[in-house]
């Protein structure tokens, strides 16, 4: 589409991490820049760095990291979009109905998020529930909220192939990311066997988990495990995080 893209990530980002300036900020240049920060010490030199790729357009991908957001965006002079990939609010809610304990009716995730929605220059959404969810909770933000599927939409030839038959040669079916509640992990787990009766020979590759979180990420495989019949279990690949060049 003509555009050129980089990322600045705190992905791996823990304020109280102790490391010298030079083991706090990374940069890969893959087909793109990626400006990886790991601990406070480096987080004037990420965005020092930022900053010299000269943005056009700030992209906000979580709540918490508005703040840093918005103050690239000041310093170029240019909007501040912010994308909602998970609905802290629906998910606060959901936990409550859930929960056998009492969970607070706000978190730092739902307040970050909040500010951000209100002071974006524009909000893009996923789906069509997390619209209607904004629209009741936020309706004066519907003038700047843009529906925006993920992928499958983006243009007619992704549609047609989206709506052509199965073929069992088209390659496995791949989840990347960490394994969490609100990405639908528990979900996918119950599907999988599912699918495996209805697309005999379908693969899965599931690569991601919780490399800050072994135990965690521990208890999801076996969760993972234990959803499998033996006969499918051989069709299930967990290669586990991958490299940043992966």
Not at 124 to 148: G, Y
């Amino acid at each position: 589409a003509g555009l050129r893209c980089s990322v600045l990530s705190l992905d791996d980002y823990r304020p109280s991490r102790s490391l010298p300036v030079e083991r706090s900020f990374e940069r890969h240049d893959l087909d793109f820049p990626v400006l990886r920060v790991k601990a406070r010490a480096g987080l004037d030199a990420a965005l020092h760095a930022a900053n010299q790729l000269k943005p056009t357009l700030v992209h906000a991908h979580h709540g918490m990291l508005w703040e840093i957001s918005q103050s690239l965006a000041n310093a170029a002079t240019v909007p501040a979009l912010k994308t909602v990939h998970v609905l802290h609010g629906a998910a606060l809610q959901l936990r409550q109905q859930r929960s056998s304990r009492t969970i607070p009716d706000s978190n730092a995730s739902l307040l970050a998020q909040t500010r951000a929605l209100r002071e974006a220059s524009l909000v893009l959404v996923p789906s069509t529930a997390c619209l209607r969810w904004i629209e009741q909770s936020f309706p004066e933000l519907r003038p700047k909220t843009l529906l925006t599927p993920l992928a499958i939409d983006d243009s007619e030839a992704a549609r047609r192939a989206a709506a052509s038959p199965h073929r069992p040669d088209t390659g496995p079916v791949v989840y990347l990311g960490r394994f969490a509640d609100v990405k639908g992990c528990g979900e996918w787990w119950q599907a999988i066997p599912m699918l495996c009766e209805t697309h005999p020979g379908t693969r899965f590759v599931i690569a991601g988990g919780l490399p800050d979180n072994p135990r965690g990420e521990r208890r999801w495989l076996k969760r993972l495990r234990d959803s499998l019949p033996p006969a499918t279990s051989e069709r299930v690949l967990t290669p586990g995080w991958l490299d940043p060049d992966a």
